[in-house]
């Protein structure tokens, strides 16, 4: 399993794809951070990560597209198969190298809190008393920070999957981006429907109303449970189509 | 060290690989031979634990593929038809990442030189594997086969596109290969088992048609049937002579004419050499005989002589033959009868058609 992630690490930064996924990360979070915090003169996080889920439609297909559908396109999946790793290490190897690339652009694209808490500290120190909190509420960010990375997982999990059904990289591309594009849109639909019940099964379903209580500060195991689970199935059902067309 | 077990392999109602069953001794250097479409990857795939068969079992040194994939894996070395190359790493990178895959215990930087030095790829270790030619790029796929050093390596048609000095020094290798390693190849060129390979295991449409040493294999190929004769002398004629001699199956005139020579094609019995015979029957009547060729024999052509020859070796020696599973020659025969009549076939509907032309 290692071998397989260190492979993978490497041939993101061998390609341009490495790039352009780290580089369209920071830009886009900068932009929607300034937006949303400095211009807008707000301490408020929670509308900045709900932009950044939408941004991942586009940026997770460009992480996930490559790992199974250029192995197949290349053949040179008959070596991994052919070797002694078990499907299940290649394919957590491969979804491994996806999150620690995604992990690491979120964990550098913090640096965009540093303007804001400088403001806040600025303010406070103007302000000659301290009865009212100014400025971005930590827990908060953190529970964000979380949310959002589980989110990453499951839409990573997702592209995997799609990535292994498919030998031509821009197939998978576009269905990932579709596919976790209606995942996140679930919730608008919401707002159409009057029937309750039809909107508490998508409710139940969708991937931004989990967030939700992230974003109110709140640690939430379900929806933590939701995630890890949305993540271990779509890895799963890769592990199986490699399974079944061993036997095709 | 290997052993196969009555294989199936179906792709929906297509059947690719049929009830094979053989075994592989250490040591030995096995070519597998058959034309395109005969299940030979399909066979190799299995073998590699990259595919699975509908049923059978297939072990390596007593490792089951299925019970234990993991642990049979270890002892294989693969070259699949198209070599796995990532074409994005250099030749260093690709070989130590197969390193790391296998697991390999063997001191690393020692290793990779010797293998390098063996396929002789030292010189464009640090070379991006997209910029190297079709046979480098061929040995580095070797190379990667003999990363961990393998029992028993395994080359899905090693030589396929490379230039004839490059399949020589190929074929070199994979004899040097066979002083250590057990190997199997696969190949649909008569002459590259007969230049590399210890015995030779011939398989059509998923079945194999012959297995045997590769001297016997050689001795029954060696008496080729066919030729294209050009005799100087009236066509019908020299037709009809050539047709009354003996030992001649069939005899054609070709419509190739070069003065006042025509061309013949004949076809003698299995194992009668006319050649001799030819000359002094044409040579009596003052015809002369202008030019001589073989003509190269099909790989049908080579299933019908072996399973021949096989049947013709039992009757002399009158004791058991030296093929490893018993129990094939009624089979061997069916395929080797059922093959016969199909080209009697082929041939009366030509005839027919000819017919037809000339109404």
């Keep these: ?248 | 060290m290997i052993k196969i077990e009555h294989l199936v392999k179906n792709y929906g109602s297509n059947c690719a690989v049929d009830d094979i069953s053989f075994s592989v001794e250490s040591g030995e250097i096995v070519g597998f031979l058959g034309p395109n479409g005969a299940g030979k990857s399909t066979t190799m795939n299995i073998l590699t634990g990259y595919l699975s068969g509908t049923s059978g079992k297939v072990s390596i040194d007593g490792i089951d593929i299925l019970a234990d994939p993991l642990g049979a894996k270890k002892l294989i070395g693969y070259l699949p038809e198209q070599p796995p190359l990532y074409l994005d790493m250099t030749v260093d990178e690709y070989l130590n990442f197969a390193y790391d895959l296998k697991g390999c215990k063997l001191p690393r930087a020692e290793h990779l030189a010797e293998v390098c030095e063996v396929v002789k790829i030292t010189d464009v270790r640090k070379r991006v594997i997209r910029n190297l030619s079709k046979g480098y790029k061929q040995r580095v796929g070797i190379a990667q086969a003999l990363v961990g050093n393998p029992k028993v390596i395994i080359f899905d048609e090693p030589t396929i596109g490379l230039d004839p000095k490059q399949i020589i020094e190929i074929r070199n290798l994979i004899r040097t290969l066979g002083k250590g390693h057990t190997v199997i190849l696969s190949t649909h060129i008569l002459q590259e088992v007969q230049a590399v390979c210890d015995r030779i295991v011939i398989i059509n449409k998923g079945k194999i048609v012959a297995d045997e040493l590769t001297e016997n294999i050689s001795r029954a190929v060696e008496n080729n049937r066919r030729f294209n004769v050009k005799i100087c002398g009236p066509s019908r004629e020299v037709l009809s002579a050539i047709k009354s001699m003996s030992g001649i199956v069939y005899a054609e005139a070709l419509a190739e004419r070069d003065g006042d020579a025509y061309t013949y094609m004949i076809e003698s019995d299995y194992g009668v050499d006319v050649r001799k015979k030819l000359f002094y029957t044409m040579a009596e009547r003052g015809w002369a005989i202008i030019g001589l060729e073989a003509l190269g024999m099909s790989l049908e052509d080579i299933f019908i002589t072996v399973v021949d020859k096989s049947a013709e070796d039992k009757i002399r020696q009158s004791k058991p033959t030296r093929r490893r599973s018993g129990g094939k020659d009624a089979l061997e025969k069916q395929v080797a009868e059922a093959m016969v009549q199909e080209g009697a076939q082929k041939r009366a509907i030509a005839d027919a058609t000819e017919i037809e032309d000339e109404e």
């Design chain 1, 1 to 248: 399993m290692l071998a397989i992630y260190k492979k993978e690490m490497r041939s993101y930064f061998i390609n341009p794809i490495g790039y352009v996924f780290a580089g369209v990360f920071f830009i886009i979070s900068a932009l929607l951070c300034c937006y949303t915090t400095i211009v807008s003169s707000s301490y408020d996080t929670s509308t900045y990560f709900m932009l950044m889920i939408f941004a991942f439609v586009i940026l997770i297909p460009l992480l996930t597209m490559r790992l199974f559908a250029e192995e197949r396109k290349l053949r040179t999946e008959q070596l991994l198969m052919t070797a002694p790793v078990s499907i299940t290490s290649m394919v957590m190897g491969k979804f491994l190298a996806a999150l620690t690339l995604f992990g690491s652009s979120l964990l550098v694209s913090c640096i965009n809190f540093i303007p804001i808490y400088a403001f806040a500290s600025i303010e406070r120190g103007s302000e000659s008393y301290n009865t009212t909190h100014i400025g971005p509420v930590t827990g908060q960010v953190i529970g964000c920070l979380v949310g959002i990375l589980l989110i990453g997982a499951a839409f990573i999990a997702i592209g995997t999957f799609i990535s292994a059904l498919t030998e031509n990289q821009l197939a998978a591309a576009v269905i990932t981006i579709s596919v976790i594009l209606g995942m996140v849109l679930l919730s608008f639909l919401n707002t159409l429907i009057d029937n309750y019940v039809i909107r508490f099964v998508i409710d139940w379903f969708s991937v931004l109303s989990r967030f939700n209580t992230f974003s109110y500060g709140l640690f939430d195991f379900s929806a933590l449970l939701y995630y890890l689970s949305l993540t271990f199935v779509f890895l799963f059902l890769t592990v199986r189509v490699y399974e079944k067309r061993r036997w095709g």
